[in-house]
């Protein structure tokens, strides 16, 4: 039952008594130890004491037992005709609601002997915000059963209380020295007191604000629950909600909720923190709008690409088709390696102008990565139509340009798969797309191949090369090379392992070509091993020469879910005599794109086990702010094609210094990759990044002359 209903029921215990505990507090003490020294003179010292509250303009009351009321006044008035009674409910009845229950928890205390003296401020007048009272004193007397008896103190009117509450005030305990917007609230989420900086925020002033329910301005899930389950959390918890200003845009804001007592009631109050984090969610639309393009072409990436294609498939009406044209430029990698990556970026987007014009409005244009990409087309009943639009498409890419004063061409090849023959998944269509582009270019490029089911089969090329592949795995007879890396003092700190392969047959391999190989063909976690155990031997090594530099392996997603990954790495520990924290694992994002937390939960499981953990080339096309903020990565890299252009482009430095702040915020460290000149490497440092990998600093080299480099550093 509410307290103003035991007000109304007029018990004895609970309005009379309740209002005395409510103005007075602590034990009653003994008298001073000067008081017989003053007794001689008591006139004299009563006298100073009249003159002493009148020169503070303070008044004094008096409660008593038999009359169950206050007598108020000031040591002008000669009479008891001239001083003012109040009773109880008089007192009570005009006081905002809060107030109320304020004085009755007061009250008991002092009714039930825990405290005698009071020193509170209160409000007596819900109609008046700005009146306050203060009142002192303590119970004088108490009867055989420990009930009080008597009481006295002093009072004084307040126009602005708020500097002059005693320490242990709700002032006191909230606001002191706060920059942030912080308000008091009450166990209902009433707001009882703020600060200016939560003036500033609101644009509100405080008698706008005052008693009402802090859910009227601040929509958060958090406001859901009563304060005390949120506050029950020993550790600090942050949550987000919006901020609604009368006429102008919701504020978004971070807020943290702790809890105190107040010494004169025993009350609890929580006090509200808000952060205006306007700036931040900025800064994360930017880098979720950079973790959905890409920043070259502005065209969608590969996460985009994906989600957006399932979500056309779940749509796909009866008898209606849909079709994926995968494009690959034939040439690309000369002209860019001839011309330099900035002509390779102006062909680029002069393709991509390209394919725009040639598709239909409603048509899904993304880069898969490089020169590579992807049309999705909905066909309808016309089986046809990306057999016509592949065509126009093979004519428009041909089209000579002009770059740099050199008249260019490109062809293009294109695999073309159809939904739902083909498949009735983005995983499955894209990977026949890919198969059918891969045929396409056999047949000498600038050619369109239509999937059928004999293309997964290898060309007998491919068959060799994947004997010969799973055969150097077997017998340990693949190359493994280390890229340093470098802080900015040019010191190394650590180096990434490199596989090569060199074969009679094909030549050298890049891994671009015999990595796919084995994630296609189940030979990921048999590479992985074998990377693991040489990255294991290379620690080892730079360990016996004094330089206990960590060695990082990459790690792709299929080897992430083999279930022996971690006994793998233990194992190589324990064989080469290092800790855990010497080997650094490398995943990209695309580990994540599982529909389950399951890839998460071997992270961290890993971690746990002492290994730390990069994400390799965020932002190549997959990178989602969402993977930092659920998985504490140990490292991030920045992918190379943040470099291009990097000098030029204010809107990728601005990018990159975001991203290095976030990773700072989160306890991550930034490693960039692609630094091919100083002037990249100046750049960096300015925008944050603090360790670097790239050619200007250190091609990829073999271990030996990695030692000998090391030696020289000394």
Known sequence: MSTDNEFQRGSPQDTDDSLGADSLGESVLPAPPFENAMAGDLDTHQQWALEAMAAARTSYWRWSAPERSFLCGTIAERSDSDLLRLDWWTLLK?????????????????????????????????????????????????????????????????????????????????????????????????ILEINDAFTTLGGLPPSAILGRALQ???????????????????????YEGLFHVEGAAPVPVELTLSH?????????????????????????????????????????????????????????????????????????????????????????????????????????????????????????????LADRIAQRLLEALSHPMVIGGHQISVTASIGIVHAPQNGRDGETLLKHADVAMYAAKNRGKNAIVVYHEQLKHHSLEQMSMLAHLREAIAKDALDFVVQPKFDGNNRMIGAELLARWMTEDHGEVPPAVFVPLTENNGMASALGNLAIDRAAQYAARLAATGNPLPVSVNISALHVMDDKLADTLRSACQRHHITADQIELEVTESVFLEDTRLPEARIKHLRSQGFRVAMDDFGAGYSSLGYLKRLPFDTIKIDRSFMHGLEADRRSRDLLAGIVELCNLLGMETVAEGVETEEQWQLLQTLGVKQYQGFYLGRPMPVEQLLERLKGEL
């Open 94 to 190: 005009t006081m905002p609601s809060a107030e109320r229950r304020r004085l009755i928890t007061l009250w008991r205390r002092m009714n039930d002997g825990q405290q005698n003296r009071v020193d509170v401020l209160i409000q007596p007048d819900a109609t008046k915000p700005s009146i306050w009272w203060r009142i002192r004193g303590a119970i004088t007397s108490r009867d055989d059963g420990a009930s009080p008896l008597a009481a006295t103190g002093t009072w004084e009117v307040l126009d602005d209380p708020r500097d002059q509450r005693p320490h242990g005030s709700v002032r006191a305990h909230a606001f002191a020295a706060s920059r942030d917007s912080m308000l008091v609230v009450d166990n209902r989420w009433r």
């Open 216 to 238: 009227q301005y601040i929509d958060a899930d958090v406001l859901r629950s009563d304060p005390a389950t949120v506050a029950r959390n020993d550790r600090i918890q942050h």
């Open 260 to 384: 105190f007592t107040l010494d004169e009631t025993g009350e609890t109050h929580y006090i509200a923190a808000l952060r205006d984090i306007s700036a931040r969610k900025r800064s994360e639309r930017e880098l979720e709008h950079l973790a959905r393009i890409d920043t070259l072409t502005q065209l969608p990436n590969r996460a985009t690409l994906q989600q957006t294609l399932n979500g056309r498939l779940l749509r796909l009406l009866p008898g209606h088709g849909l079709a994926v044209l995968f494009i690959d430029l034939d040439g690309f990698k000369h002209i860019n390696d001839s011309l330099g990556h900035q002509s390779g970026d102006i062909l680029l987007k002069i393709i991509v102008k390209r394919l725009r014009a040639t598709v239909r409005s409603k048509d899904l244009v993304a880069r898969w990565g490089g020169d590579e990409f992807v049309v999705v087309i909905e066909v309808g009943s016309d089986m046809e």
